[in-house]
């Protein structure tokens, strides 16, 4: 009975999409179909038809690296799939002007025509019934279920497939109500012929000979359909015309062609699938229990992560908000209005302890503290995770070489900055940082996430005071990103906000000051948009240090840039106030520095010389789950304050960083395909003005190939030069373009060298774009002069469909004319303007031979954009992944040869992987272990955990021993399975003042 009631309810309703085993069953048909004529034909003609087949594949070859990024890929984001449609659309445009595909008996031109009515028809159909059957259902007379309505790109993909089907079939099996002599009987048919016992040898014998088994499938299935006393009345009327004849009418003919009924079996059972599925939930798959269905369920359960940040993206809203919200914070805030100012105004002291907002020693009593660093999360949900679940654990257990080591959970975790990617916002804060935390540890049952903290720390019920609590802690400082609105979201979202997932966070202002066991401190300084603490943030450093932190004692500072790496490749001086805290107060005592802002993992130590040294070790640990930066890039870094320092570790190497610098040269676009509309258009430009190439004649002589090719870069050259005399748009396009190619060249170098560069770069992509045109405007000149492309009007493909239509579709019934008389005349002119529409290359042609016998001024403004608009719908496809192939050789040559555009270069490449965060340990001698944990690669599929699932949950989460609810979809390559130590230290206490750290055992 349960059984039964999955499938007559509605309690489980599937989305309505077009079927998978409809396209397979098109895709089989097709390729039967195809594969049956005669492909030989189409070989043996290939050394005549060289110049064709050349234009074959410099055809395929685009729309393939075109489409390369979309492959695999679902159908979101919507660009992606109007890329696909767009593709396909243009691709079959160009190619069936094209002669080679006639002589595999592929009309290309019918099967076009014939799409294109049957489509529209479909769409008109289906769209008719989909309101319909919504109305039934509006006034109760179908299920509830069907009131979810169908998403009109899903009906469009559904006549696509279905035109296509019909396309195929009538195409390769003709018209069997002209080609056959006399009447064929359905009723002596009978699909499952093909199976009978007595004549199975027959077809597997005919298998080896696809024609004749193609002509028995035709004959057998897509045969003539009957006559008008075979159909209801209804049938005989908009069929035939026939009311009030009991047999068939005197004059009309007793079969019509097969694609009527081939449509209408397609869209029955179209419509037979959807009222079935909408009416009892039912669709056509087998039924599960109740209980089947919910084990199910939690299987193909998958968290809803964010990908990473496009930053090439042209059509990203966020990237204009980020720009924007940046100008306005550097133009408005910078020097104006500081948050932290109004900060410092708003301390107050708590039960007569001064700065109580800001220092907390809640920790300082304990004899031992593991403590954890990470900085730069909340870009792509796979990587933010995959820290955060190494965080939660209660342990890490890490097999070395001869043993295993095991690392409890933090009491603390210290953040680094830029917790959301690319902009501060309630979005990105929320579904970028605190989703990946909260199903890595989750918050408690009274967190709602509506509510604001005005009086922290709001400890757990039945505590009295901070100290008291024993769950893992969060303190975090702001990064630049997260400045881009002048703080306003960090302040709501962190120091107004109690749990950070499972992590407490007691936190009140943007900077904060611990007091950790065994005389260590941690400063967590606020550097802002400044890369430098304010005067505010100084004077309360330095009144801590005189009050607090005594001369053996320990301190590390932690900032968001680590100002020791960017002022030395900026070859730049910043955090003035820092460094006079370090070197004049400090004095010796900040044993670490600690920072994010870069992606990557760096140590350096310094190295012993008779100099001072103010910082002992210098740590960058910014792969919380951004994007990767590059390590190499740094690699000579080695001196800050006058000591000298040499690199402890880098994650990834030199040579892995520089290695994967190359994937800027293969895969930009596949990792930025949404710069195509930015490339595009840019490319376009820089050609509009050398549109239309009327004179090519020299080129397509019969000249040797070096004739050819001296011919074309000739050509080329003039174009060039007809740019710098003549053009208007195109020079002053190429004009900005090397002004923002100049600016976008980093200031690390010289004026000289930056205008070189950019020269080099614009004239790259100039050359290209100059290619791109020639080579179309070479194939359309070509094609006109084979009088393939360009003999007639604008309404070609119409002109030819109304000829042909009486032979290959008859209709002796006036069905047509009666469709025509309905409609008022719209179908047809449907039919007309879209077939024109679609024919884009013949658009294109018969414009362009009006502008080289009359010239471009006798064209109306209409007659002008029509040709503009086809000429780009081709250009801006040719000239896309081009684009992307000159810039990113730029950035690559630009990161591994020049060491510029880190940012820019390794931005482009959205890594998940090489993630890391750096574990600390205070044992009870007082010594600073350090464990930097990594994850080489990040897992892209999650599924639910059922240690996770079958645990029994605990008030609070950190309590539990699975406290993650995602696991790897593959055991092998979850992180708690591929997580290691990258790099361990020692940092030894501070025993006399005038006693120097020593570096411990150091282990990669």
Not at 277 to 305: C, I, N
Not at 571 to 597: E, T
Request: glycine fraction near 6%; include cysteine.
């Amino acid at each position: 009975m349960e059984r039964v009631r999955t499938i007559l309810t509605h309690r489980y309703p599937y989305p309505h999409e077009h079927s998978r085993h409809a396209i397979i069953a098109v895709v089989v048909g097709c390729l039967f179909f195809i594969s049956s004529d005669n492909m030989h034909t189409l070989i043996q003609k290939l050394d005549n038809n060289i110049k064709w087949w050349s234009m074959y594949a410099c055809l395929l070859g685009f729309f393939y690296f075109f489409s390369s990024p979309f492959i695999g890929k679902t159908i979101k984001p919507s660009y992606s799939n109007f890329s696909r449609w767009y593709v396909a659309w243009i691709l079959v445009a160009a190619i069936y002007h094209l002669p080679s595909f006639l002589s595999m008996g592929v009309d290309m031109r019918m099967n076009l025509s014939l799409f294109l009515t049957i489509y529209v028809s479909s769409i008109l159909f289906l769209l008719v019934f989909h309101i319909m059957f919504l109305g039934l259902w509006y006034i109760g007379l179908v299920a509830r279920v069907a009131g979810k309505k169908p998403e009109i790109l899903t009906i469009i993909q559904n006549c696509a497939v279905l035109s296509i089907a019909c396309c195929v079939f009538y195409s390769h099996c003709g018209n069997r109500a002209i080609l056959r002599q006399k009447p064929f009987e359905r009723r002596n048919s009978s699909w499952f012929s093909f199976w009978k016992k007595e004549e199975r040898n027959t077809w597997l014998s005919k298998f080896t000979r696809m024609n004749e088994l193609k002509d028995q499938v035709c004959s057998s299935w897509f045969a003539p359909v009957g006559s008008a006393s075979d159909y209801p009345l209804l049938s005989k009327w908009v069929i035939y015309g026939e009311l009030a004849c009991s047999g068939s009418c005197p004059g009309s003919s007793d079969e019509i062609s097969p694609i009527y009924s081939l449509w209408a079996t397609f869209i029955g059972l179209y419509i037979a699938n959807y009222v079935v599925e909408r009416s009892s939930g039912w669709a056509l798959t087998h039924p599960l229990s109740v209980k089947e269905y919910e084990e199910l369920k939690k299987k193909q359960m998958k968290p809803d992560f964010l990908d990473m940040v496009p930053w090439y993206s042209g059509t990203s809203a966020d990237l204009f908000k980020t720009a924007f919200d940046l100008l306005v914070s550097v133009t408005v805030f910078v020097g104006r209005f500081d948050m932290r100012m109004m900060q410092a105004s708003m301390n107050k002291a708590c039960d007569g302890v001064p700065h109580a907002d800001i220092l907390y020693d809640h920790f300082s009593e304990k004899e031992d503290l593991w403590f954890d660093f990470m900085a730069d999360t909340g870009d792509g949900g796979n990587s933010s995770y995959t820290v955060a679940r190494l965080l939660a654990q209660p342990s890490i257990r890490l097999n070395t070489k001869d043993s295993f080591r095991v690392l409890p959970r933090g009491d603390l975790l210290l953040i680094g900055g830029d917790l959301a990617y690319p902009n501060p916002s309630a979005f990105t804060y929320e579904r970028r940082l605190f989703t990946p935390f909260e199903y890595a540890l989750q918050p408690p049952p009274w967190y709602r996430v509506e509510h604001i903290a005005v009086n922290k720390p709001e400890v757990p019920c039945g505590l009295s005071e901070l100290k008291q609590y024993d769950g893992p802690q969060c303190f975090v400082i702001p990064g630049n990103h997260d400045w881009f609105d002048g703080l306003h979201t960090f302040m709501r979202y962190i120091c107004h906000k109690s749990w950070l997932g499972g992590w407490f966070m007691p936190q009140k202002k943007s900077y904060f000051a611990l007091q950790l066991p065994k005389r260590w401190w941690v400063f967590g300084l606020d550097l802002a948009l400044h890369a430098d603490i304010d005067v505010y943030q100084f004077k309360f450093f330095v009144e801590l240090i005189k009050d607090k932190v005594g001369e053996n004692d320990s301190v590390i500072i932690m900032t968001h840039e680590p100002n020791w790496l960017l002022d030395w490749y900026w070859n730049d001086v910043s955090g003035k106030n820092v460094s006079h805290l370090i070197c004049d107060y400090l004095k010796g005592r900040c044993k670490l520095r600690m920072a994010g802002d870069l992606h990557h993992y760096m140590r350096h130590s310094s190295v012993s010389s008779d100099k001072p040294v103010y910082v002992q070790h210098l740590l960058v640990n910014g792969c919380g789950g951004a994007f990767l930066h590059p390590t190499h890039v740094f690699s000579n870094f080695n001196e800050l304050y006058g000591a000298s320092y040499k690199s402890g570790a880098a994650y990834p190497s030199f040579e892995d960083s520089s290695r994967i610098a190359l994937g800027n040269i293969l895969k930009f676009r596949r990792k930025n395909w949404q710069f195509d509309f930015i490339g595009g258009i840019i490319y376009f430009v820089l050609v509009f003005s050398m549109f239309p190439q009327c004179k090519l004649d020299h080129i397509l002589q019969d000249d040797p190939f070096s004739g050819h090719l001296s011919s074309f870069f000739s050509t080329m050259w003039d174009a060039f030069m007809y740019m710098l005399e003549h053009s208007y748009v195109s020079l002053a396009g190429a004009m900005l373009l090397l002004m923002a190619a100049i600016i976008f060249v980093p200031p690390k170098l010289s004026r000289k060298k930056r205008v070189i560069i950019g020269i080099l770069h614009v004239s790259a992509h100039l050359a290209a774009a100059l290619v791109l045109m020639l080579l179309l405007e070479l194939g359309v000149e070509t094609c006109i002069q084979h009088r393939l492309l360009a003999t007639s009007g604008y309404h070609t493909l119409y002109q030819w469909y109304r000829t042909v239509e009486s032979e290959h579709f008859p209709d002796p019934t006036g069905l047509r004319a009666r469709i025509e008389q309905w409609t008022f005349g719209l179908y047809p002119a449907c039919i007309k303007y879209l077939m024109s529409a679609f024919d884009v290359p013949e658009v294109m042609a018969v414009t362009r031979s009006n502008i080289c016998k009359k010239g471009v001024l006798s064209l109306s403004r209409g007659g002008a954009a029509i040709y503009y608009a086809s000429v780009f719908l081709y250009f801006w496809f040719f000239s896309t992944p081009v684009v992307s192939l000159v810039f990113g050789s730029y950035l690559y040559i630009c990161i591994n040869w020049l060491h510029i555009h880190f940012d820019e270069a390794f931005s482009s490449l959205r890594i998940a992987n090489y993630k890391s965060f750096t574990r600390f340990h205070i044992n009870r001698d007082g010594d600073l272990e350090v464990f930097t944990l990594a994850v080489d690669k990040v897992p892209k599929e999650w599924k639910l955990d059922p240690d996770w699932d079958g645990e029994q949950p605990k008030q609070l989460s950190h309590l539990r021993k699975f406290p993650s609810k995602w696991s790897a979809a593959t055991p092998q390559q979850d992180p708690l399975a591929t997580v290691r130590i990258v790099d361990h230290f020692v940092i030894q206490r501070t025993e006399k003042p005038d006693l120097e750290t020593e570096n411990g055992p150091v282990t990669h």
